[in-house]
């Protein structure tokens, strides 16, 4: 196995110089200024500025790992030769120990001896207004091979970094064989202030990645990422399930489901926001290439098994049962939804940003699912940055509700059920409405389950709430329920929602109008840390408050008949 001999040779050559091995860090990161872990370095930002010891904490300035890596950026490049959103990479790394010389000395030795591959040519930095050419690379790679093709680069390949808007970072040189990229080679001599100003590290450090997938590539000499071992039986096991498959979509299937597996055992677990989206949005697409492909149901079961066992001497976290459950999970909340939108998406006559969006909100596809199985060429002039530009509008909106108006008579929301014309308004509609919720699920614990909601009205000062319900509420009743709202108050519980089928919502027992319309995906707001013992859980837009802490005390106020059989409850919340 070609990629198991060069992840040893690699850590044996560095452990060898004087290099302690550290193992992977998690893919969810320690450092917050990403969302999954995206190069070796991360877990060791520390060690080049804030003056932590790497002596002590590894016995060594030098250290050498072979990282799990996770790249949202080269999602859309899937399907090529070279690009993955998964992978290994290998690095060693200096924390004020070597510096460039030794650095390239150590990788130039490692690829053309240990490896006996030859470099075409390698890349450093060509200089900008900033900071100037790195000549002392240059010199180095001429003093190690006169004969060296060395070219010179911009900020955009040949600087690093940061992660996020400050941190270390600085020039690399970039190592080429067969026509790849194969290793980086960062060498962090400035930290990146948030102003934008680059200052001179004090102890300057090495960090070095290399792509385990494209070194073996080189090496067997394929070329090709998805003909390596790391991906043979994998690919071979998608023909086989599928053998009239385009190549593109093996590989994309491939890739994506290896991503998974490596997501979801480090815990991340399908969801709309951060890392959980990102496994929601592979999922999704490989949900979409099973229906458009019309593949086996158990192909996304049956390939995992292969990835689990050809990668879990290294990394056992990796649990075939655990990986099969949460993509059967997300396989039957979504199925039906996807092949909707998949259907609506094929009779699509054009395509715009709005309409990708509404696919989006309606039936759950993500944006370059949309982009991809779009009909004839729909799908190649719609833009990412479009789609976000409706995403954000969005997510203005349902922070502040379904309709945001300007103008006219300046509403900043309007659901029908709440409406505000500032931020202040918009804050005392949105707690009422959460007390709402909460009332409403009070009502039902005190006086059963028989009464249902007929209506209800929201303004900036109180909450109004129509209920089936055949007599007047005792004074008893109205402080039990008032007692049980407040109590949750108190606690101070999360409020948050989930977005599911209607069917799935239905049956999680939240409340809902029986002749309400719903869309086929609809949110499940929920009050307390899950949906299953939630204290209030509705079918319901929003917004609502984060938590319960920030509602101040409820109170009822007024109780009254409306109709026959009707009652109607107003009530208010005292400010904090
Ligand atoms: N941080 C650099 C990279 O990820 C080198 O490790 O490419």
Not at 66 to 71: E, L, N, Y
Not at 246 to 262: M, P, T, Y
Not at 397 to 410: N, P, T, W, Y
Request: aromatic share 10%.
């Amino acid at each position: 196995m070609v990629s198991e001999e060069i992840r040893k040779k690699f850590l044996d050559f560095f452990i060898h110089r004087d290099h302690k091995l550290v193992g992977s860090y998690s893919l969810v990161p320690s450092d917050p200024s990403v969302l999954l872990t995206s190069a070796g370095m991360q877990q060791f930002k520390a060690y080049y500025t804030d003056g932590v010891d790497a002596d002590k904490d590894f016995g060594s300035r030098n250290v050498v790992s072979v990282q799990k890596c996770f790249r949202t950026s080269d999602i859309d490049e899937v399907g090529d030769e070279t690009h993955l959103t998964f992978f290994e990479m290998l690095g060693n790394f200096s924390f004020g120990g070597y510096f460039k010389k030794e650095a390239i000395k150590l990788a130039h030795e490692f690829i053309t001896q240990t490896l006996g591959l030859k470099i075409d040519y390698v890349t450093i930095f060509g200089g900008d207004e900033d900071v100037p050419e790195d000549e002392e690379s240059r010199e180095i790679w001429r003093a190690i091979d006169p004969g060296m093709k060395v070219i010179g680069a911009g900020r955009k390949d040949n600087f690093w970094g940061p992660t996020g808007s400050e941190g270390p970072c600085g020039p690399t040189t970039e190592i080429y064989v067969n026509g790849v990229e194969v290793w980086n080679l960062v060498f962090n001599e400035f930290y990146l202030r948030p102003d934008g100003k680059l200052e001179r590290l004090e102890s300057p450090g090495v960090d070095t990645g290399c792509g385990l997938e494209r070194l073996t590539a080189v090496m067997d000499g394929s070329g090709h990422i998805f003909e390596t071992d790391i991906f043979g039986e994998t690919v071979e096991k998608i023909k086989e399930l599928k053998p009239d498959l385009e190549e593109k979509v093996v590989r994309i299937f491939a890739d994506h489901l290896r991503a998974c597996c490596f997501l979801i055992a480090d815990g991340i677990r399908p969801a709309n926001k951060e890392a959980g989206y990102i496994l929601r949005r592979l999922i999704r697409k490989l949900i979409a290439y099973e229906l458009k492909f019309d593949f086996h149901t158990s192909s996304l079961t049956e390939v995992p098994a292969i990835i689990v066992r050809k990668f879990q001497d290294i990394y056992p976290e990796l649990d075939e049962n655990q990986i099969t459950e949460v993509l059967d999970e997300e396989r039957t909340k979504f199925k039906t939804a996807i092949s909707r939108g998949l259907k609506e998406l094929a009779d699509c006559q054009r395509l715009t940003a709005a309409e990708a969006f509404h696919l989006y909100e309606t039936y759950g596809l993500p944006f370059d699912l949309i982009k991809e199985m779009a009909p004839s060429d729909l799908g190649q002039n719609l833009s990412y940055k479009d789609f976000e530009n409706e995403f954000g509008k969005h997510q203005e909106v349902s922070r502040a509700g379904v309709e945001r108006k300007f103008g006219g008579h300046g509403l900043l929301l309007d659901t029908g059920e709440l409406k505000a014309t500032d931020e202040q308004e918009l804050r005392r509609v949105t707690r009422l409405h959460t007390a709402t919720h909460l009332m409403q699920a009070a009502l039902k614990k005190v006086l059963g389950d028989k009464i249902e909601q007929r209506g209800s009205d929201i303004t900036t000062e109180r909450t109004r709430f129509d209920f089936l319900f055949d007599r007047k509420l005792t004074d008893d009743e109205i402080r039990q329920v008032e007692d049980l709202v407040n109590d949750v108050i108190q606690r101070d519980l999360p409020v948050n929602f989930e977005e599911m089928p209607l069917e799935q919502a239905k049956e999680t027992g939240a409340l809902y109008f029986f002749k309400g319309k719903y869309p086929p995906v609809v949110k499940v707001y929920y009050v307390g840390s899950s949906i299953k013992n939630a204290f209030s859980k509705e079918l319901c837009g929003g917004p609502h408050a984060e938590r319960t802490g920030e509602m101040g005390k409820f109170r009822i106020r007024q109780q009254k008949a409306v109709a026959e059989g009707v009652r109607r409850i107003k009530a208010d919340l005292e400010e904090l």
